[in-house]
């Protein structure tokens, strides 16, 4: 065992696309003074950066060529994760219908989860964070007890991408992203679920802190 353990705690918001965790995970880590972590952005940046290339995102073997080629930079502006690949920020090109189409492929490759888990990992040497992903409970920070899997009903989810201006095959990402081979989206061995069809985004972040308060984060008023 480590004689001088991290100080720094992960919450671990999973779900579905557009489930609303996004916003919660960002919400939950401004009440609690924490780093908001959108690992999905990562995944986006590096399919970003594989379409710029103008790699066949089937290409498996040049992806994991790439891989080592690229720098990969994440950290914070002290409230959010911020990516940058070879210097450049993607910035509103990771929300991209072609990035939407071609993400799910792109995660589904082991060699890009080790590189993104790494880098994921990493942010706890420097912060406590509110990490939302579709593993973070799962794979990334297993070991944590606060994990909330985030739901809510396919209408709500597609309605809720429809009023952020994306076209996206919701059912088809999240089809693909539960049923890959390497970390798959699943309801993390001790994460609560919260269905967050009915909720207001206000009547959501209390319920999340209620499901991280009996999980035994110690959270003042
Ligand atoms: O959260 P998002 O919709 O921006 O994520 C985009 C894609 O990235 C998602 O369809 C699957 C992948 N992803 C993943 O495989 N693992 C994560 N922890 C986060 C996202």
Redesign the pocket.
């Known amino acids: 065992m480590s004689s001088n353990p991290s100080p720094h705690f992960a919450i671990a918001i999973?779900g579905p696309?557009?489930s609303g965790?996004?916003t919660l995970a960002r919400l939950l880590a401004q009440r609690l003074g924490l780093t908001m972590v959108?690992?999905?952005?990562?995944?986006?940046a590096i399919t970003w950066k594989i379409l710029q290339q103008n790699i066949d995102p089937q290409d498996t073997a040049a992806i994991v060529k790439l891989l080592d080629l690229i720098t990969i930079q994440c950290g914070s502006d002290g409230i959010m994760s911020t990516i940058t690949i070879d210097g450049v920020d993607p910035g509103d090109a990771l929300r991209a219908e072609a990035i939407n189409n071609n993400?799910?492929t792109i995660?589904?490759i082991p060699e890009v989860?080790e590189k993104l888990i790494d880098l994921?990992r990493g942010y706890l040497t420097h912060s406590s964070v509110v990490m939302?992903?579709?593993?973070?409970g799962s794979v990334?920070f297993p070991d944590t007890p606060y994990k909330i899997y985030v739901d809510a009903a396919e209408h709500v989810r597609a309605a809720r991408r429809g009023k952020d201006g994306e076209v996206d095959s919701i059912a088809k990402?999240?089809a693909?992203?539960s049923k890959r081979t390497t970390?798959p989206?699943v309801v993390a061995e001790g994460a609560t679920i919260l269905d967050n069809s009915d909720h207001t985004i206000e009547s959501g972040v209390a319920a999340a802190i209620e499901i991280l308060r009996q999980q035994g984060l110690v959270i003042p008023d």
Do not use: C, F, H, T
């Open positions: 999973d696309a557009a965790k996004s959108n690992s999905g952005a990562m995944y986006r993400v799910s995660s589904a989860r994921q939302e992903g579709r593993d973070i990334v990402r999240d693909a992203d970390a989206l």
